[in-house]
């Protein structure tokens, strides 16, 4: 109920935006939404490639339930994950999580819609989309702003459902027509990040990507991103 109201009000704040985008277009703002989208891309390899190699809170066991050999919907399995993942904030239960579809992508792609998105929403997405709305009521905000600012929240809100849909074989239409226009990358070339962890951390269009991959090889040079935080330790 709560989850259906939240994602109630975001989908109308998100639609004032468009209304607002579109009362306001010009030439700059369909500069503007294609920045946005680029920006969300950006942000979303931004954050993936920082928390792959963030370490797990030490001392958690999260080791236990990624290095689990048994079956994963074992009642054995299914409770260790609720104790444990009790144990740590909803932080690192997000650290874990990139963490954990590095083997197991596909577990990804199950995820329910609110799962992928739920958080996003609450943290960024929503607050910023009722700040635009209230900014464009408030003031004059130029068009290419606006344009920018929605396709910034859109793509930042559903970044991780697009991801998700990355490890998925049946996806909606309309995610299958964005790959076909570019606007979302294809599940070949974000395959590419899985092979080595080491580039291509962006998952929406992937426009970002050769960007991310130059700043991860410099921040790896000085000895950033350790590869012993790419699993848990304990
Ligand atoms: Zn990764
Ligand atoms: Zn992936």
Redesign the pocket.
Request: aromatic residues 0%.
């Given at each position: 109920m709560q989850r259906r109201l939240i994602l109630g009000i975001f989908l109308a704040s998100l639609a004032l935006n468009v209304i607002a985008v579109t009362m306001s277009f010009t030439l700059g703002s369909a500069i503007g939404l294609i920045a946005g989208w680029y920006l969300a891309d950006l942000a979303s390899g931004v954050i993936h490639m920082l928390l792959d190699y963030r370490p797990c809170p030490p001392g958690k066991r999260l080791a236990d339930l990624y290095f689990y050999t048994g079956s994963r919907e074992s009642e054995e399995y299914l409770a260790m994950v609720r104790e444990r993942m009790a144990s740590v904030g909803a932080f690192d239960r997000l650290v874990y999580d990139f963490k954990n579809?590095?083997p197991r992508?596909m577990a990804?792609g199950r995820r329910t819609v609110w799962r992928l998105i739920g958080s996003s929403v609450i943290v960024a997405a929503l607050p910023l989309s009722v700040a635009l709305n209230v900014a464009a009521w408030l003031w004059p905000v130029p068009g290419w702003v606006l344009a920018t600012g929605l396709t910034l929240i859109v793509g930042g809100a559903f970044a991780q459902y697009f991801?998700g849909s990355?490890?998925r074989d049946d996806n909606p239409a309309p995610i299958v027509w964005m790959r076909r226009l570019g606007l979302l990358m294809t599940p070949a070339a974000?395959q590419l990040?899985?092979d080595t962890l080491q580039r291509d951390f962006a998952?929406n269009c992937g426009w970002s990507n050769p960007l991310i991959n130059r700043v991860f090889v410099a921040l790896r040079s000085r000895g950033y991103l350790d590869d012993a935080g790419l699993e848990p330790r304990s």
């Open positions: 579809h590095h992508p990804l991801h990355l490890h974000h990040h899985h998952t």
